[in-house]
């Protein structure tokens, strides 16, 4: 082989490796400088208090800690009857025609929908025409409005997961005589569970960590999110339902007041924030992986 | 007398913990058909792996022994074994020509050796397709892709373009398996002309194959060679009874 | 398919209802049509999003006609709406993102798939994907308030000294880190994840046998990759790739904190611009209440979704529906 061909061949190892390796290292290169850079900040009063009962702005995050898993999980209970509804109908109902294919091809649109987008026809639609409901910018507008930015997330692992269950197994119970709906709850929901589950928590994930929905729905509180009735003549029967009609802390928007008032919040501080953030997401993403994993294997 | 083009001398190979050869050795004349055979699982296409290195592709395999081709051996540290090779072919099982057209096909060794010269590789083109009996079927759909070509032709096309890099030895996979019988006859045919220049080492599980078209015939089992001569004293008067067992089909 | 497979008493519901044989959809059990209704709602929220969007943008197109996308000036005093500043500024970002992060996501894919030994493949994969965990914002103060100084003191000034004479290269804004460059580059930190798997499972489904065949042929294994696996894997790539466009441009708030928000197309890769969803994201807050303001703001929306359709339909083209996540 002339020296042209195993050069070529020796180099593109090189920068293939090469490639790989920075884009490997740059995880730990990111997380490294933010969690170097959170340490001072990171103390259990910093992390369990509620910033309402500190002076300032940004000097604790318990109430956007709770306050995020709060939206996330009230998000998912939103979106998860729904995005199964429809994984179950296109999947088990429905022949293969150009109405199922249209459906998939705007649920399509959906997932590939720019957040901005979504935040703003929450927050023109949601928060301001829906006011008497939702209580305006709160808990419940940002958990709906973020409810249909996961909706594609979950019926599409949803689906995926429908889809690997054995026509076997599904052939045997009706052959036994059993009814669609029946075949579905016993054998094909319990084998697709895993699956099913993966993609709840990948959309529990993917709501921790949005930011611009939340910005201009839920607005946001120093407060935890509480169980009470406040007074307040604008909504209807004069009352307000917490802690679904209130604004919420979210951590998203704790980073990003980092960025909206650089001369308050400690940088520290902000990184601290950003910190916790990526590892609840992490900690979210990776029981995702894990059940997964299981599944996969058993 | 025949000159030996491979000398095979105590080659063992083992995956992972799974002794596969053992202790091998065999000497294949060349400009001949040699065939092997031998129930599923005994080691003959791990074998014939051996013979061009594609054993290499396998994770977890370690090969130990000498092989030589042309006096040197092939597992030495500074062989190149791109030229290896170029002057070792192998057709496979499955026909596995490339999503191009015929002529790229064909072109593709030729091309990845240096050959950019259009008309050189024209004539290429044309010698390896008439000699793997394509040429009158395909001239005019050279640019046809290879996938649209039925099963036999396909395999025919892989022939020719092992042919296209000029090599000295051809392996052949179970290259029948996957055909019918009107394409394996044409297969066979194409292997007695090819045998005038081209040295063939066929495996084979179908053992009326190997009686017909082969030469010489080795019979393996278990990893082992237990018997090597010339056809007809493999199938008339096999020396071990191993390989009378087989032949008579008492087993495998 | 299983449903053709029913009991009795389906058969004679699906024969007897005349809808059912206008339509294909068939007419199921009691839960069926709860998760029929389920899908419905879903259509109907959809088409409800995007109606809406366009319902409250059409008086702007309606006001602004073309100007609304080739014009320059935006200006809520002067009743006056064009956006092309802002598409421009998300397209700069998304051309200098693409290019930036295919060759690292691709060459990465291809390492991981075709060189690296399984035992590193198995630990690289991971921390590749693990930066799909990293939310937005924290990309955003990231390249802010660590990348950002770097950029203005360093990197801006230090390629434009050497590089200037060339007009994408001039530092245009030595006051600042913030631009096209900074903005893009954390961009494609963001969408690597995103190429390089869908990259990697490309280059797997390519069938082993042409790999075999390429080098029993004698072709070196990058001679192999090159000729034989890349162009049966670039379907899936390709697909890849659109995807992250679309990431690209939709994304918002590390856009917002890194693309410097100056009402200008960037002039070089150190420029600042003003990208559509920065735009929305910044007005919105005030002009939300303002009806003329309000549509002039969901207009820019009604492009982006229009954009975003476009690259939707062109990766279905290219790859057939996937599992992009």
Known sequence: MELRRSVEEKTFIIITAAAAAITSLLLILIIGKIALEALPALNLYFLTTAEVDTPGYGQAIANAVVGTICLSLLSVAFAVPLSLGTAIYLKKYAKDNVLTRSVRFMIDILSGMPSIVLGVFGMLFIVIYLKPITGGLSLLSGALAMAILILPVIERSAEEAIGTVPRELEEGSIALGGKKWTTIRRITIPYALSGIMTGIILGLGRSAEESAIVVLTAGYSQFYPAVEVLQNSKMPFGAQLGPFQEPVGTLAISVYHMFQFPNIVPRANGFAAALVLILLVMVINLSARVILWRWKIG | ?252 | MIHESQTESSKEVHGSKPFSKLTSIEIPDLPGLIFLLCGIITILIIVFLIGFIFYTAFPTFQSQGLYSIFGTNWDYTQHQYGMLVFICGTIALTVVTIAIACPLSILTAIFLAEYSPPRLTKVMRPMIELLVGIPSVVYGIFGLFVLGNMFKYNINPGISSVLGFIPIFRNLQPSTGEGLLLASIVLSIMILPTITSLSVEAINSVPREYKEASISLGATKWETIKKAIMPVASSGILTAVVLGVMRAMGETMAVVMLFGGQMHIPGSLFDTGYAMTSKILNDIGYWVAVPEGRSALFAIAAVLIVFEVITVAAARAIGGRKKWS
């Open chain 2, 1 to 252: 007398m025949q000159k030996d083009i491979i000398e095979v001398s105590r080659l063992n190979l083992h995956y992972g913990n799974n002794h596969a050869l053992k202790d091998i050795s065999i000497s294949i004349p060349e400009k001949s058909i040699t065939a092997i055979i031998g129930p599923s699982g005994c080691g003959k296409s791990t074998f014939l792996k051996c013979l061009d290195r594609m054993n290499d592709l396998v994770p977890g395999v370690k090969v130990t022994g000498n092989v030589s081709f042309k006096g040197k051996n092939i597992y030495d540290k500074d062989i190149d074994i791109v030229e290896l090779r170029k002057n070792v072919g192998m057709v496979f099982q499955k026909p596995n020509p490339f999503p191009m057209s015929v002529y790229d096909n064909v072109a593709y060794g030729p091309r990845i050796h240096g050959i950019k010269d259009k008309a050189k590789l024209n004539e290429l083109v044309e010698t390896s397709l008439k000699q793997s009996a394509l040429w009158d079927e395909l001239k005019d759909r050279l640019r046809e892709s290879a996938m649209r070509l039925s099963g036999g032709q396909q395999q025919r096309l892989c022939i020719a373009r092992c042919l296209a890099v000029g090599p000295e030895v051809i392996l052949m996979d179970e290259p029948c398996s996957a055909l019918d019988p009107i394409a394996t006859a044409k297969i066979e045919d194409l292997m007695q002309k090819l045998k005038e220049k081209y040295t063939i080492i066929i495996v084979t599980h179908n053992m009326q194959q190997a009686a017909r078209v082969s030469e010489k015939t080795a019979y393996f089992l278990m990893g082992e060679l237990i018997e090597f001569d010339d056809t007809k004293k493999i199938f008339e008067t096999p020396k071990d009874k191993k390989t009378e067992d087989y032949i008579t089909g008492r087993f495998g």
